[in-house]
């Protein structure tokens, strides 16, 4: 979700290691104004560790140690998701592997199978779907995959994203961990992966890869390393639209940088990021006819209406019908339960490239016709998840903690069980 230099040691910060790489050419720097060193003590600030760390091994060794605690979080939260999928096999006389590939997982194993169509089927809605309204990059994995492995398209799709979601967890730990220390990571990542929404990471969805290359970026971004930020940055834009939103960190951390420190260089990152979504457009304009394939696919398929009608559209059909339809109203409580994070969020004061790109995810879900704010947006803004996670109370965050994993198992429950909520 990566090597380089964290912030340098101070004893008052959570974030202080001793003996960890500085980047090539940096040149260590007291916190700037997005990244503050906290005032006063830190109550649970992690203690400093103190083992030497510049041998190869021990970095290697220290790694894997530490990257045990947030793989032990994912497998738990994904335990629990086959419980509800086994649990709703039984209740529906389906398989678990089929209950756990509905609803776009069809889209992405068909792209995986058979490649994208060359044209939008005629009319508008159900009838005008096609799978040139999604990305690329997990189908390319699946395909990849099952190459390999020989599995069936499904097991493929379903062991991809698995290994994403694990890869996605460890990059999110280590980002938190900069800032917030091994507790604050612990508890960050255990929020964001026990998220309403990370009911997805156990589907053939593509929030997995989403959040693997944009925490892999942000950390990238806050240690300087700005080819690797750009490069993670453009495969997060080919995963998901809204991972294109990872482009407004790359350009807030190189205008800090060079505004800062003349550091010119840091321009790599915002003009790598926009590479992987514009290869996918030149694609599309090559195969379909139009750079703007994509747009219109979604258009005809599913985002018929009036842009930023989203959100006042699910709170006019939460008073119209109450709890009557369960995707408006799950979309309008969701938009409730975003503004109550952000106001943690923002007190935390987390650096601005975190902030740079929550708001530009919950920008897509303002702009959209239909979307609005769901489960899943926010699990793909996950560092506002991950920062209110750090930062709350031990008894709020243990409540959270449990209403967040039911919400989760509930939500998965009515997914996987047939047409009573849309993931």
């Not at 609803?103 to 089927?121: E, K, R």
């Not at 003349?262 to 379909?288: Q, S, T």
Request: charged fraction near 10%; charge should be neutral; glycine fraction near 10%.
């Amino acid at each position: 979700m990566t090597t380089a230099h964290p912030p340098p040691v101070d004893a008052g910060a959570p974030d202080a290691e001793v003996g960890a790489p500085v980047a090539e050419g940096a040149v260590p720097e007291a916190p700037v104004a997005d990244e503050p060193a906290p005032h006063g003590p830190v109550p649970d600030a992690p203690a400093i560790d103190r083992t030497p760390t510049d041998r190869p091994d021990a970095r290697v060794r220290r790694f894997l140690r530490l990257s045990l605690r947030p793989v032990l979080l994912y497998l738990a939260s994904r335990v629990g998701m086959l419980l509800v999928a086994t649990a709703t096999a039984s209740n529906t006389h389906q398989p678990v592997v089929k209950v756990l590939t509905p609803w776009d997982s069809f889209w992405y194993l068909t792209i995986a199978q058979s490649g994208y169509v060359h044209h939008i089927p005629p009319g508008q809605g159900n009838a005008a779907q096609s799978d040139l309204g999604f990305f690329p990059l997990v189908p390319m994995l699946t395909r990849a995959t099952h190459l390999v492995t020989g599995f069936d398209w499904a097991v493929s799709g379903l062991v991809t994203t698995s290994v994403l979601g694990l890869a996605a967890a460890v990059a999110v730990w280590w980002m938190l961990h900069d800032l917030f220390g091994r507790t604050g990571a612990d508890r960050g990542t255990a929020l964001v992966f026990f998220s309403p929404g990370a009911l997805v990471l156990s589907l053939v969805y593509t929030e997995a890869a989403t959040i693997l290359f944009v925490a892999a970026t942000l950390l990238a971004l806050r240690r300087s390393r700005w080819v690797v930020a750009g490069l993670c940055a453009a495969v997060a834009t080919t995963a998901d639209p809204v991972g294109s939103a990872v482009i407004v960190p790359c350009v807030v951390g190189a205008v800090l940088a060079v505004r800062r420190r003349g550091e010119w260089k840091a321009i790599a990152a915002p003009l790598l990021a926009p590479f992987g979504i514009g290869v996918f457009f030149l694609y599309l304009w090559a195969h379909a006819g139009s750079p703007f394939e994509y747009f219109r696919a979604q258009r005809a398929g599913w985002q018929g209406g009036t842009y930023f009608g989203g959100i006042p559209g699910s709170f006019g059909h939460l008073f119209g019908h109450w709890f009557a339809d369960p995707d408006y109203a799950v979309k309008a409580v969701s938009a409730l339960v975003a503004v109550a994070l952000l106001v943690i969020f923002f007190r935390a004061r987390p650096p601005g490239t975190w902030i740079g790109y929550v708001m530009a995810v919950l920008a897509f879900g303002a702009i959209s016709p239909v979307i609005g704010v769901t489960p899943r947006l926010v699990l793909r803004g996950f560092p506002l998840l991950g920062v209110v996670g750090a930062k709350l109370p031990p008894l709020w965050f243990e409540a959270v903690l449990g209403l967040s994993a039911l919400c989760m198992a509930t939500l998965g429950a009515m997914a996987m069980g047939g047409p009573l909520w849309t993931p």
